[in-house]
């Protein structure tokens, strides 16, 4: 048996799409390159970190490059609001204050960082969370795309709430808050052009207060998070990992719409690793699953929350295992790369 | 969802398998042809709910795992140039050639472009007058006749811009070839429904005549599929040998005549090298003299390529149903999506990468 790669890997020296994507290659960029120079903690990498000596802060960073700038349910000024609000609110926080850096290439027609701004400025007002500071940076046409906006916010703990993704364990319910696959086929649909776009439209919105209305659970939630990048397959994965527990989920009970189901079948895609920007997974104790379901049901943005699935109390740890329609059990992969690039 | 729903339903198809049981006195071997179907049916776990002794064998429909290495070192090499955009389906990127792939070609500054559809390569040519556009069109009768239409357009456009590497197969010699190996161990084909969209099936009746091998036409859908092998296995226990449509909705007899004008129009049928299966005689598509100068190959001189397939890969006898792909040494150590050693580890429907999703290990079910 030979252990060496028997074809060359050209593709090892340079930086690939795919490494930004969210899956495994960006795990592995992130544990070998990244988190090495940077002295950076072992263990799961959360939404959201714990700010060193103030056990009730957590702050989180996001960068936001999607292409378009505007699109069906967003742009990118919600979405790099939405997007780090809801990285704070998966670690049981709300949003205290969020920090905005502009990079914007020369020519950007004004009215266009004017729409950009003022959605921003409305996303934040109806996620109760003031923008507090900034930065502006402008580039030589074609180092960026139009413009790139990062967000970096904090947040206050519920002091009741300490979900992470570590704390599934078994016998836990798991809930979704709403429909999959929205966000990921809403954008390519309008970059590309394939027509779905009158049909659908992103879920970008703020979880916070589903994470408040579950608040009263307290220690029963025990994981959150957004499946963003990856999509759902990437959420269940991670946290099947860092608690070291099997994951099984029910295929007829996640909820995908008929839009977002045309429009992968089409193009080949799995709903379950496209990505969402407005709905969340929980992991709460089967006592409390009843209350949590009714409590995420009692606001808007989950309406349409589901339970999808459980831990088992046997089964390989680490593994997602999906029940089929037709009620065959298939394993749920981590996602190697995104098929999607610069959807958020 | 209309057309979706429907042929999904979990009590639709568990009716099926019950009737397969009743129906299945013996042991049978069933190939599905097409790529699509062997995702389908691994992604849903309907093998493994198939009656004991009913073998699915997962056939040679995959476009991006039987498209020859050197028609992909010659993609890379042209997508190498200064001056062209290389413009392929997404699936195609990432599939090895012999010293690297398109997408590492394009983080190393190619200009490499995912198209939806051979018309978005030819809008990129008028966009682009001072560029090559190049079009890697693979695949089988299901996208020869949009290909077809992209050659057309250009024409009519008058583009001298644009060009295809064409690398067309066809299900029919495949099928052939398979059941003149004597080793062959296919009792009925399940025919690939889009195939049959486009061609029908009037070529598959000499073939089931021949060989007495009945083949179904079958769709996509967990329920096309499992009345597809229940009509195969009726068939089989009574002894016919027919070739029969399970795809009602999408397939005609004589298929559909105007995209089979538009191909035989600008393709000519041509021997063809399939990958990990060899030369067949008559079993592709190449331009024909009328539309030569669209032929990338001419276009650029890719002559003088020296191709290595990694001899690890057990690619043919897994793309002609001999080998599962759990019988590899490789599979899942040293060949995974994130390093394939061969192309069906890589597209949506080579078998490999649909045993790999649905997170097939060799100890698990071996059908």
């Known amino acids: ?92 926080a709300r949003p205290v204050a969020l920090s905005v850096a502009l990079i914007i290439e020369e020519g950007l027609p004004l009215e266009e960082l004017r729409r950009v701004m003022t959605s921003m ?61 929205l966000h990921g086929t809403t954008v390519l649909s309008t970059r590309e052009g394939l027509g ?88 709460v104790a089967p006592a409390a699953a009843d209350e949590a379901l009714a409590a995420l049901r009692s606001l808007p943005e989950g309406r349409e929350a589901a339970r999808i699935g459980e831990v088992p109390s046997s089964g390989e740890a680490g593994r997602v295992t999906l029940r089929t329609l037709v009620g065959a059990r298939r394993v749920v992969e981590m996602p190697l790369g995104e098929q999607l690039p610069r959807i958020c | 969802m209309k057309y979706l729903d429907e042929y999904r339903d979990p009590a639709l198809a568990r009716r099926l398998l019950d009737e397969l049981r009743r129906t299945a006195t013996t042991p049978w071997r069933i190939m599905e042809v097409c790529g699509g179907q062997t995702h389908t049916l691994v992604r849903q776990g309907i093998d493994e709910l ?25 993609a890379m090499a042209v997508a190498a140039r200064p001056g062209v955009v290389l413009t392929s389906f997404g699936d195609m990127l990432r599939v090895p050639g012999t010293d690297t792939d398109l997408l590492s070609l394009r983080a190393r500054g190619a200009d490499v472009r995912v198209v939806y559809t051979p018309m978005d390569a030819v809008r990129i040519a008028q966009d682009n007058a001072d560029r090559q556009v190049v079009f890697l069109a693979v695949g089988f009768e299901t996208t020869a006749p949009a290909n077809a239409m992209a050659v057309l357009h250009a024409a009519r456009l008058g583009l001298t811009n644009f060009s295809m590497l064409v690398s067309h197969v066809l299900v029919p010699p495949a ?38 091998v009945p083949i179904v036409v079958t769709g996509f859908e967990p329920l096309d599929l499992l009345e597809g092998v229940l009509m195969a296995v009726r068939q089989l226990e009574q002894g016919r040998c027919e070739v029969e449509n399970q795809y009602v909705r999408a397939v005609r007899r004589q298929g559909n005549t105007a995209a089979q004008d538009a191909v035989r129009t600008v393709f000519r049928v041509s021997d063809r090298a399939w990958r990990g299966i ?74 490999c990468a649909a045993f790999h999703a649905a997170g097939r290990t060799k100890d698990v079910l071996q059908p």
């Open chain 1, 1 to 92: 048996m030979t252990l060496a790669c028997p074809t060359p890997r050209h593709e090892e020296d340079v930086v690939l799409l795919g490494h930004g994507a969210g899956g495994r290659l960006t795990a592995e960029l992130v544990d070998a390159l990244v988190l090495p120079a940077l002295d950076g903690q072992h263990g799961p990498l959360e939404d959201a970190a714990l700010l060193p000596g103030h056990p009730d802060l957590v702050i989180s960073t996001d960068s936001f490059v999607v292409s378009p700038l505007f699109f069906p349910g967003g742009d990118i000024g919600s979405l790099a609001v939405h997007g780090t609000v809801n990285d704070l609110a998966m670690r049981g």
């Open chain 1, 121 to 181: 400025g409305k996303a934040a007002r109806e996620a109760g969370v003031p923008i507090v500071t900034g930065d502006t940076k402008v580039v030589d046409r074609g180092a960026v795309d139009r413009i790139f906006v990062n967000t970096t916010g904090v947040g206050q703990r519920h002091l009741a709430l300490r979900p992470s993704a570590a704390l599934a364990r078994p016998g836990d319910t798991v809930l979704l808050s709403g429909p999959v696959g």
């Open chain 1, 196 to 283: 779905f776009e009158s049909d659908i439209a992103s879920d970008s919105r703020p979880l916070h207060r589903l994470v408040d209305v579950m608040a009263p659970l307290g220690e029963q939630v025990h994981s959150l998070r957004d499946p963003t990048r990856g999509g759902l397959a990437s959420a269940l994965n991670e946290i099947a990992r860092d608690a070291h527990v099997p994951v099984e989920i029910d295929e007829s009970a996640v909820p995908v719409p008929r839009a977002v189901a045309a429009a992968c079948d089409l193009l080949g895609l799995d709903p379950l690793t496209v990505a969402n920007e407005g709905c969340m997974v929980a992991f």
């Open chain 2, 50 to 74: 198939l009656p004991a002794g009913i073998r699915m064998i997962h056939g040679p429909g995959c476009p991006v795992c039987v498209t020859p290495l050197q028609t992909l070192d010659r």
């Open chain 2, 175 to 212: 099928m052939t070839a398979l059941l003149e190996d004597p080793d062959c161990e296919v009792q009925a084909f399940l025919a690939a429904g889009h195939v049959c969209a486009v061609m029908g099936w009037r070529e598959y009746e000499p073939i089931a005549e021949r060989y007495h």
């Open chain 2, 278 to 351: 060899g030369e067949l005689p008559d079993s592709g598509l190449e331009l024909a003299d009328e539309f030569a100068r669209f032929d990338a190959a001419r276009r650029f001189d890719v002559s003088g390529l020296h191709t290595v397939e990694d001899p690890e890969c057990i690619a043919g006898a897994v793309l002609t149903g001999a080998r599962l792909p759990t019988d590899c040494p490789a599979y899942g150590t040293r060949c995974t999506p994130r390093h394939p050693l061969g192309a069906p580890m890589v597209s949506a429907e080579g078998t």
